[in-house]
T-cell receptor, first 112, second 114 residues
Framework: GAVVSQHPSWVICKSGTSVKIECRSLDFQATTMFWYRQFPKQSLMLMATSNEGSKATYEQGVEKDKFLINHASLTLSTLTVTSAHPEDSSFYIC????????FGAGSRLTVL | GDSVTQMEGPVTLSEEAFLTINCTYTATGYPSLFWYVQYPGEGLQLLLKATKADDKGSNKGFEATYRKETTSFHLEKGSVQVSDSAVYFCALTNYGGSQGNLIFGKGTKLSVKP
């Protein structure tokens, strides 16, 4: 079946640094990928829709300059958390697919 | 706005027990409803779905019926197994079925003891 891989699965960084998370569709092409954020004991919240070859579409309240999304190929989308701060610590999840979404296993970011 | 409320966990059951995880929703129009499951260390997987009122979604022994009158989509299984231990998410989309615009509940962790 379809597989979506996220890397890294967990990352710890210092405040003020930038962190890049990759989302890859391993056996299918994805013109659209989705990025979610999940706080502890909270729902997954859609952050943005990543579109191959064009700008991402961000949900209301999500800072596009803070969360940079690049979808340069049909199998890779990246989320870069710029100048990370402790409040950015969270679980970030991507998904891709047409009729049925396939989700990555998630990336846990901890900002010290 | 649209929202999903599901029962808080964790839920702990013995093997072969009956499972119900409640899910209610608030939405305009006619949303599609989903249950996703997340096994430890894995991504969310679609468990079942229903796209219109009175539809019953089923998979792997799990069932849920789209009840518009009570705005509910409760997940049930007659006899749980240890391998069912996971986090279950109820979700809806009100964007023509586009699953990218999913609204999720907070998730319910299920632990099944042998």
């Amino acid at each position: 079946g379809a597989v979506v891989s996220q890397h890294p699965s967990w990352v710890i960084c210092k405040s003020g640094t930038s962190v890049k998370i990759e989302c890859r569709s391993l056996d299918f092409q994805a013109t659209t990928m989705f990025w979610y954020r999940q706080f502890p004991k909270q729902s997954l919240m859609l952050m943005a829709t990543s579109n191959e070859g064009s700008k991402a579409t961000y949900e209301q309240g999500v800072e596009k300059d803070k969360f940079l999304i690049n979808h340069a190929s049909l199998t890779l989308s990246t989320l870069t958390v710029t100048s990370a701060h402790p409040e950015d610590s969270s679980f970030y999840i991507c998904s891709a697919g047409a009729n049925v979404l396939t989700f990555g296993a998630g990336s846990r970011l901890t900002v010290l | 706005g649209d929202s999903v409320t599901q029962m808080e966990g964790p839920v702990t059951l013995s093997e072969e027990a009956f499972l119900t995880i409640n899910c209610t929703y608030t939405a305009t129009g006619y949303p599609s409803l989903f249950w996703y499951v997340q096994y430890p260390g894995e991504g969310l997987q679609l468990l079942l779905k229903a796209t219109k009122a009175d539809d019953k979604g089923s998979n792997k022994g799990f069932e849920a019926t789209y009840r518009k009158e009570t705005t509910s989509f409760h997940l049930e299984k007659g006899s749980v197994q240890v391998s069912d231990s996971a986090v279950y998410f109820c979700a809806l989309t009100n964007y023509g079925g586009s699953q990218g615009n999913l609204i999720f509940g907070k998730g319910t962790k299920l632990s099944v003891k042998p």
